[in-house]
């Protein structure tokens, strides 16, 4: 049998549920590194150690799922209806409550409510939110999505883009500082990441909807040739995506 046509590609992409966060679909298709704090270690480590904990956006609730151990009190929130089930099941086992909640203010928690916050890739951080339901000495934790992700992926889409100054792990730290609280680690990383077929492509832009927000097949089909035709010709398509780790700490007093 020959190799898939472009049509067959998309069409394979197009038809994959992209409900919940769960991205094994891309295995022998696409890879990205891996920032090299691990994110899922300080997760484990930080929750351990928590008497109450919120996870904001928690997607389908698979990355704080693999905590060995959870707090007595674990709160999850989440915006998106197809994800809000997944999460319920995939969080079940460690007793969490996951509220359907919108991703702007304000959070349906008290003042107070939480020594332990985190998000990862939260599609905004609502600073203000976060210090206000962190109690005195807590802490928030968060791996955000950096300046120019998938920077490549979109040009390929929308042609030559300047990088917009959202997203920089210096805006984070001034946002959070306003909001009264202090940062007490920084990290960040550029990752790159490697398609292998136009089907990962399809997949990657339906799933991670902020990459190309008005993206579907019928729409980009003569870009997605195009970059079907280059998958071909040079093996795979690069892009690089950028992470920043960053945690910050409420006062005591």
């Known amino acids: 049998m020959g190799a898939a046509t472009f049509e067959e590609l998309i069409a394979e992409g197009d038809a994959v549920p992209v409900a919940g966060w769960d991205f094994s679909w891309f295995t022998g298709r696409a890879t990205e590194e891996r920032p090299s704090w691990g994110y899922h270690r300080i ?6 150690r928590a008497r109450a904990a919120l996870d904001i956006q928690t997607g389908g609730g698979e990355v704080l799922a693999g905590i060995p151990t959870a707090p007595p009190l674990l709160a999850a929130t989440e915006s998106w209806p197809p994800n809000i089930g997944v999460a319920a099941k995939n969080l079940r086992p460690l007793g969490a409550h996951v509220v ?19 998000s990862r890739h939260p599609v905004t951080t609502w600073w203000a939110e ?9 802490t928030f934790v968060s791996q955000q999505i950096g300046a120019g992700q ?14 917009g100054p959202s997203r920089r792990p210096e805006t984070a ?3 959070a500082q306003t909001a ?4 007490v680690d920084l990290r960040r990383q550029a990752l790159r990441a ?7 492509v399809v997949y990657f832009l339906r799933k991670v909807i902020w990459t190309v927000p008005d993206f579907s097949v019928d729409a980009y089909r003569d870009r ?6 280059r998958i071909r010709a040079e093996g795979s398509f690069v892009a690089h995506g950028h992470r920043f780790l960053i945690e910050a700490r409420k006062p005591s007093v």
């Open 180 to 183: 009264g609280l202090v940062v």
């Open 43 to 48: 997760l484990a480590q930080r929750m351990a």
């Open 130 to 138: 976060i210090a206000r339901v962190l109690r005195a000495g807590g």
């Open 150 to 163: 998938m920077h490549e992926l979109i040009e390929a889409m929308l042609g030559p883009l300047p990088i």
């Open 100 to 118: 359907a909640a919108d991703d702007e203010p304000a959070l349906p928690f008290a003042d107070a409510a939480f020594d332990l916050v985190v």
């Open 224 to 229: 997605l040739r195009a970059l079907h035709e």
């Open 194 to 200: 490697e398609f292998f077929d136009i089907a990962a």
């Open 173 to 175: 730290v001034a946002q």
